[in-house]
């Protein structure tokens, strides 16, 4: 008689007012996703490897890439600071400073590149850590609250430094490279992935699309609020499913008391709720204090 004469569990507010947030949640998360909200600020210094082993085609496809990030950027509202390098033994600014403005930087880009003195002064040979060291030097420059991101561009296994490393991991700089030719550079991989950056190997041909679906798309993401938003909303959902697990699950089928049953009901939402926000806090990052 006195399970017949419980309310409804829909009628209940430790059901209903879960339930809206977990939905509230939901629509939030979509209209991040939908409307991009969350976006980072971002600053990005392109260092592409000239040195005498990428000349005639790997140089133009290098090229290429970096216009195709700039025709990507042209189409952020809030566009990426960009500044680009080329490496050899030495490292030349091929852009004057950081400029969100895509068609200014190409066209000094275009510029500088081609410029006859421009591989005379390079050298010929690879200076990895030069290059880094010059691009960490340009992003500590840009305001903190931008997103401080390295793209490097190499067709081949070079010395990385721990000391270059730790410069970047000290200005909140992420390395990420594309090593060229399909070859696992160990070094520039573990420099990458002490820096939380992407690595990548790719032949020249796919160049354009690794600058664009991979770099351009993952510096540009509101991946932490959306992750942020649905873990709530999976929060959310566990505590509005306490009252049916107790009622249905644990006190129905299994004919525990309502004391045990309520308990493990409770239990499992506390779960889910600390096993989640540790997850997200540890793994992918809240998105309050950086966006990065």
Request: proline content about 2%; overall charge negative.
């Amino acid at each position: 008689m006195m399970m017949q004469s419980r309310r409804q569990i829909w009628l209940y507010p430790m059901f209903q007012v879960p339930l809206m947030l977990m939905l509230g949640c939901l629509i939030l998360a979509a209209l991040f996703s939908l409307l991009g909200w969350g976006r980072p600020a971002v600053g990005v210094a392109i260092a592409i490897d000239l040195s005498s082993s990428t000349e005639g085609a790997v140089r133009q496809e290098e090229i290429a890439a970096v216009k195709s990030y700039l025709a990507e950027n042209r189409n952020l509202e809030n566009q990426n600071q960009i500044r680009v390098f080329g490496f050899a033994n030495n490292v030349q600014a091929l852009t004057t400073g950081f400029n969100a403005n895509s068609d200014e930087v190409e066209k000094e880009f275009d510029r500088t590149v081609q410029d006859a003195q421009l591989q005379r002064y390079l050298g010929g040979g690879t200076n990895l850590d030069l290059a880094i060291q010059e691009g960490t030097n340009a992003l500590s420059s840009l305001d903190n609250k931008l997103c401080r991101e390295l793209l490097l561009v190499t067709d081949g296994e070079a010395t990385v430094s721990q000391t270059v490393i730790d410069g970047a991991i000290s200005q909140n700089v992420k390395i990420n490279a594309v090593v060229l030719g399909g070859q696992d550079a160990v070094q520039i991989r573990q420099a990458t992935a002490s820096t939380n950056g992407i690595y990548l190997n790719g032949e020249a041909g796919n160049l354009k699309a690794l600058f664009t679906e991979e770099f351009f798309t993952n510096f540009n993401s509101n991946k932490r609020w959306l992750t942020f938003w649905l873990s709530c909303a999976f929060i959310c959902a566990m505590w509005a499913v306490t009252l049916p697990l107790d009622r249905w699950l644990f006190q129905g089928l299994l004919k525990l008391n309502m004391t045990l049953g309520g308990q493990l009901a409770l239990g499992n939402a506390l779960f889910w709720t600390v096993v989640t926000a540790l997850v997200v806090w540890r793994i992918f990052g809240l998105p309050f204090g950086s966006a990065c």
